[in-house]
C-alpha cells in the first residue's frame, strides 16, 4: 500500500501544479477577471479529480476503507473544541516562521471579506476540510496506516504540509495533519478530523468578520498599530514569541485532556499506547517513504524555496 500511495502522490502533486497554472493561464488569455469563489471551487476540483480517478482505477471501496463512521454528539463537539484549542500553536507556528518565509494565505483571502459570512463559511471552512480530509487523513494516511499508526501519521502530515506549497503554511499544516490522524484513530472516524479543520479554518473567518465590525476610525488605528508592529526590536519579537508559547502550551493541554477522553470514551487509548511504543517502526515490512514520494517532496520544496526567493 505504501508503494501504491507514493507512486500517487507525484502524479497528484504535479497534476495540481500544472493544472493551477493552465486554468491561470486560460483566464489571462481570455481576459478574465477570475471571482475568489470560482478560485476556491476549482482549486478543490482539480485536487479531487486525480483522487477520484486513483479510487476507481485502483477499485477502492471508500466507504469500507475509509471510516466515514458516525460520531456521537459529545465526540463531535471534542473535536470542534480540540480544533479551536489547536489554534494558538497554529498561530505560533505561523508568527514565527513568518520571521523568513510569507504569509501568502493571509494575501489570498483579503478578497473574501467581501461576500457572506455563510459563502466564506463555506468556501474556506467546509469545502477544504472535506475534500483534504478525504485526501490526507482518508487515502494517505489509511494507505500507511497498517505499516504503523505513528509512521503514518508523520508521512501523511508531512505530504500534507508540502501540498500547501509555501514554507509558512507547511509549517503549521504539518503539525495539525499529525494531531488530525490521531484524532481519526482516537474515535475511529474521519468526521473527528473534519471537524477539527473546520474549527481552525474557522478562526480567520471569525475574526475578519469581527474586525469587519470595527467602527471605521478604530479600524484605521489598529491597521496604523498593526504596521508598526513590523518595526519591533528583537527582544520585543521574543517577549512576544514567549507568551505566544505559553498561551499555546495551556490550550495544547486543554486539547490532550480532551483528546485523552475522547479516545477513552471509544474505548480506543489502550490500543493507541500499545501502538505509541512501537515507535515509528515499520509494522508491515513496507517503506514508508520511496523513491517517488521522496523525490517529489523534494521537489516541492524547491519550488517552496524559490517562491520565497522571488518574493
Known amino acids: 500500500m505504501c508503494k501504491r500511495i507514493n507512486r500517487f502522490f507525484p502524479c497528484l502533486l504535479f497534476f495540481y501544479l500544472f493544472a493551477s497554472f493552465g486554468v491561470s493561464y486560460m483566464a489571462v488569455a481570455a481576459d478574465w477577471d477570475m471571482p475568489f469563489w470560482v478560485q476556491c471551487v476549482v482549486s478543490q476540483l482539480i485536487l479531487l479529480l486525480p483522487a477520484v480517478i486513483y479510487v476507481l482505477?485502483?477499485?477502492?471501496?471508500v466507504f469500507k476503507c475509509i471510516p466515514?463512521?458516525?460520531l456521537r454528539p459529545l465526540d463531535a463537539l471534542l473535536s470542534l473544541l480540540i480544533g479551536y484549542a489547536l489554534v494558538p500553536a497554529v498561530l505560533l507556528i505561523n508568527s514565527v516562521t513568518m520571521l523568513f518565509s510569507t504569509n501568502h494565505l493571509e494575501a489570498s483571502t483579503a478578497e473574501l471579506t467581501s461576500y457572506p459570512f455563510l459563502v466564506q463559511i463555506l468556501l474556506l471552512a467546509v469545502l477544504p476540510p472535506a475534500v483534504e480530509e478525504f485526501l490526507f487523513r482518508g487515502l494517505f494516511y489509511h494507505s500507511y496506516r497498517k505499516n504503523g499508526i505513528l509512521g503514518a501519521a508523520f508521512m501523511s502530515a508531512l505530504l500534507f504540509g508540502v501540498f500547501h506549497l509555501n514554507i509558512n503554511q507547511f509549517c503549521y499544516a504539518f503539525f495539525i495533519g499529525i494531531v488530525f490522524a490521531l484524532m481519526v484513530e482516537a474515535t475511529g472516524s474521519m468526521f473527528s478530523s473534519m471537524i477539527a479543520h473546520f474549527a481552525i479554518n474557522t478562526y480567520s473567518i471569525i475574526m475578519m468578520k469581527l474586525i469587519s465590525l470595527l467602527p471605521v476610525e478604530e479600524l484605521a488605528e489598529d491597521t496604523a498599530q498593526a504596521e508598526s508592529l513590523a518595526d519591533l526590536t528583537l527582544p520585543v519579537i521574543l517577549t512576544t514569541i514567549a507568551m505566544m508559547a505559553l498561551f499555546a502550551?495551556?490550550?495544547?493541554a486543554?486539547?490532550?485532556a480532551m483528546f485523552y477522553c475522547m479516545a477513552r470514551r471509544n474505548n480506543r487509548w489502550q490500543y493507541l499506547v500499545r501502538n505509541f511504543k512501537k515507535g515509528f517502526k515499520a509494522q508491515n515490512g513496507e517503506r514508508f517513504i520511496t523513491i517517488p514520494a521522496a523525490a517529489a517532496v523534494i521537489v516541492a520544496f524547491i519550488y517552496m524555496i524559490?517562491?520565497?526567493a522571488a518574493g
Open 57 to 61: 482505477a485502483m477499485r477502492i471501496n
Open 68 to 70: 466515514y463512521r458516525k
Open 249 to 252: 502550551a495551556g490550550a495544547l
Open 254 to 256: 486543554l486539547a490532550y
Open 306 to 308: 524559490m517562491i520565497e
